[in-house]
């Protein structure tokens, strides 16, 4: 599957229509990006039940300031519409592929238990 580019129009309905989305913050003049680019659409390609996309963060400024993104590439990850990773600073195949499957084997319902354990701690 090729990647998507995700704008400020289509973000929330890929979000919510997706249970397992990547998020590529990246911008045209940033080199890391753009060395992390071919391996981002290389892996997309062998998980096709999982949405790759993308956020230019020049175009789609308000989206970089909605999520902080303060350095780029920043990967995101969003497993049943919640974010469980954010970070700055490409990585290489291997590792991305060591993410993914992190990401899959994660128990989302302990997620959802965490969240509202500290929910209920805060209010």
Not at 39 to 51: G, Q, R, T, W
Not at 81 to 87: C, D, L, M, W
Request: net charge negative.
């Amino acid at each position: 599957m090729a990647t998507v580019q995700l704008t400020k129009e289509n973000f929330s309905e890929i979000i919510d229509k997706n249970d397992f989305v990547f998020v590529d913050f990246w911008a045209e003049w940033c080199g890391p990006c753009k060395n992390f680019a071919p391996i981002y659409e290389a892996v997309s390609e062998k998980h096709p039940d999982i949405v790759f996309a993308k956020v230019n963060t020049e175009e789609e400024q308000e989206l970089a300031m909605h999520f902080q993104i303060r350095s780029i590439p920043t990967l995101m990850i969003f497993r049943e519409q919640i974010i469980i990773f954010s970070q700055p600073g490409m990585l290489p195949e291997s590792a991305l592929e060591e993410l993914i499957q992190k990401a899959r084997d994660l128990d989302m319902d302990k997620v959802r238990e965490q969240i509202a354990a500290e929910q209920k701690s805060e209010g």
